[in-house]
């Protein structure tokens, strides 16, 4: 497979032109970023001469199979949309767009195309979640009736104005974090069909000039999306999923994450991979110790270049990715309009 890659800054140098160029199924072909120091840096760095500053140049090229895309959450569509129309396969960064209609055109496009997208939730890869996963069916977990998902950090706001300005990421912490956990119990609980929403999305810490943070200062009157965001999902199966993210806050800990399912035969608990069930009415814990030499991030980009050779599903089907992107779409809504 010939990529090309669309966006070169930090996801894309730390994680995926790596894991692309250790891709036995791939070779990283050509690079495209708008910042020309970075672009020659990472092409000098990773061996590839053929760099574009223009994204529509790299995808209407007839010898490139697959596009990878690692810009801005804003250009996620727009260019995944059109390289799928040119008959390329796409990988793309989380989230899959900034809304369920560009969602929904890039699966249609995937279909229409015969194209392989998947949108790149490398956590489904974690060691750990894959094995609490085994116990998701109805035979282990049972029916799921709630689940908890957070994604807490103290003093952690990604600074870049890729982040922070509405205009290039559309949202905070909700679509930075959110789609992340949202996804991951998502998956524990079976996908069931989502009905309503009711959330909070605010700002209450990034505009005050006072605050300071772990990976530098902001500017806080450029300080254009929430620093706080929660949801509660309701479900058609009557079960329930609660979210919670900040980038800011006076917590406890420096950064905390997990997912707990529970179900009406165990509970299973991410990322401490602990089932917990009952055995002659006591309960009982099971603590999971697989370990993986293999990164997520390198099984999601691997996995996906070898479902395109063997044309088989790819591992994350993204009509899941919609899901996930209607669910927090319409808990900005309902931020919104209270």
Not at 43 to 68: P, S, Y
Not at 129 to 145: A, H, I, N, V
Request: charged residues 25%; contains cysteine.
């Amino acid at each position: 497979l010939r990529v090309g890659v669309v966006g070169v800054g930090g996801i894309s140098a730390e994680q995926h032109l790596p894991h692309w160029k250790s891709c036995p199924h791939a070779e990283l072909v050509a690079l495209c970023d708008i910042d020309e120091d970075r672009l020659a840096a990472q092409g000098k760095k990773f061996g590839v001469a053929d760099l574009h500053t223009d994204w529509r140049e790299i995808i209407e090229r007839v010898d490139l199979d697959v596009i990878d895309v690692t810009t801005p959450n804003e250009w996620h569509a727009p260019i995944a949309i059109a390289a799928l129309d040119l008959s390329k396969h796409v990988l793309c960064e989380k989230p899959m767009a900034t809304s369920s209609v560009d969602a929904q055109r890039m699966l249609d496009l995937s279909i229409e195309r015969g194209r392989k997208l998947q949108i790149n939730h490398h956590f489904r890869f974690d060691r750990t979640f894959r094995d609490l996963r085994s116990f998701s069916g109805e035979d282990q977990l049972g029916k799921p009736y709630f689940a908890h998902a957070r994604w807490h950090r103290r003093r952690r706001v990604p600074v870049a104005p890729t982040f922070l300005q509405r205009s290039l990421s559309q949202g905070g912490p909700m679509l930075d974090l959110g789609v992340h956990v949202v996804d991951l119990a998502m998956v524990l609980m079976g996908f069931p069909k989502p009905v309503s929403v009711s959330a909070s999305v605010e700002t209450h810490l990034g505009r005050n000039p006072n605050m300071g943070g772990d990976w530098g200062d902001w500017d806080p009157e450029s300080f254009e999306v929430e620093d706080f965001a929660i949801a509660l999902f309701r479900f058609e199966t009557g079960a329930t999923l609660f979210v919670e993210t900040t980038w800011l806050g006076f917590h406890e800990k420096p950064e905390e994450w997990f997912v707990r399912v529970l179900g009406n035969k165990a509970g299973l608990h991410w990322p401490d991979g602990v089932v917990v069930r009952e055995q002659n009415k006591i309960p009982s814990e099971r603590k999971l110790t697989g370990v993986d030499r293999a990164t997520p991030y390198q099984q999601s980009i691997h996995r996906f270049a070898e479902a395109i050779v063997t044309d088989q599903p790819v591992p994350i089907p993204p009509a899941e990715s919609l899901t996930v992107v209607r669910m927090v779409e319409a808990a900005y809504i309902s931020g919104r309009i209270g």
